[in-house]
């Protein structure tokens, strides 16, 4: 976890918008001190650095925001890889022996529901409870490999069981695979360091040019430092796990556990029948 995932994001996005336009103040102050004594070639070098500095910082947020969109698509088919992992398994578990078949399917659905709830948690941001559920997770696939083990031990009676112990380990790996890209695949916190201090910078250079003028726009100055504070807030949300402007769909593993509970939709067609 990175010390940005316990700021809620609106808190990042004030502090990231009056930092900037504290730093443009000060530059803004210390320019003005220094207009007696301007000449042309100072404010042409000023101006080159102005622009230089902000070019280099809307590149950094660019490379940073597309790091944190391939992290957000990482764990997107991560979740995937786990959806259509527990389903190969559900209907797997038809092709274990009978003894182990209900027992599979009831953990089965447990881990579908845990899994639901586990993105709750982490919505809001409870992250002792997501741990404790990631554990009882990882329990349950333990639980699922020994009888997938157990069925393998057993075969001989025409049950294909392969396909469920091949299912277990799928949904093993995409386990792994969603902690990896939601724990570890983050954006380094010396980019973030070096993002910060290049913006609170680049606002400096800013506001001592104008404080060179004798000229400035409260307008200007607002837009800017609320323009690039909204690009950094959102490289801030895609790259932690409790986002909270981009949710990942969950309907895939709702509509998993209902079918899990129900049975498929054309089986309830034939009950009524």
């Not at 070019?55 to 925001?65: V, W």
């Not at 393998?152 to 049950?159: D, K, L, P, R, V």
Request: net charge negative.
């Amino acid at each position: 976890m990175n010390f940005l995932d316990y700021i809620p994001l609106g808190v990042v996005m004030v502090l990231a918008v009056l930092c900037q336009v504290l730093f443009i103040e000060v530059g803004y102050r210390f320019g003005s001190s220094k207009k007696q004594k301007q000449h042309k070639a100072q404010m042409a070098q000023v101006r080159a650095i102005m622009g230089a500095s902000l070019g280099l910082l809307a590149f950094m947020l660019a490379f940073s925001f597309n790091m944190a969109q391939q992290h957000f698509e990482q764990r997107t088919q991560a979740y995937m890889m786990e959806v259509s992992a527990i389903d190969s398994a559900f209907r797997g578990a038809d092709l274990i022996s009978k003894d182990a078949r209900a027992e599979a399917k009831d953990l089965l659905r447990y881990f579908t529901g845990l899994r639901l709830k586990i993105t709750e948690a982490a919505v809001l941001s409870d992250m002792d409870k997501v741990v404790e559920m990631v554990r009882e997770s990882e329990r349950i696939h333990d639980l699922l490999w020994s009888i997938a083990e157990s069925s393998m031990e057993g075969q001989g009676e025409g049950e294909d069981t392969g396909i469920f112990a091949q299912s277990v380990l799928a949904m093993i790996d995409a386990h792994d695979a969603r902690l990896q890209a939601a724990l570890f695949n983050r954006i380094s916190p010396v980019i973030w360091l070096t993002l910060f201090l290049m913006s609170l910078l680049s606002m400096v250079v800013m506001g001592y040019q104008a404080g060179l003028t004798g000229t400035r726009s409260s307008l200007a100055t607002w837009a800017l430092a609320i323009t690039f504070s909204a690009v950094m807030t959102l490289i801030t949300d895609l790259d932690r796990p409790n986002m909270t402007l981009f949710q990942m769909n969950q309907s895939l593993m709702v509509e998993l556990e209902s079918r899990m509970e129900n049975g498929p939709a054309w089986d309830s067609a034939n009950q009524k029948r």
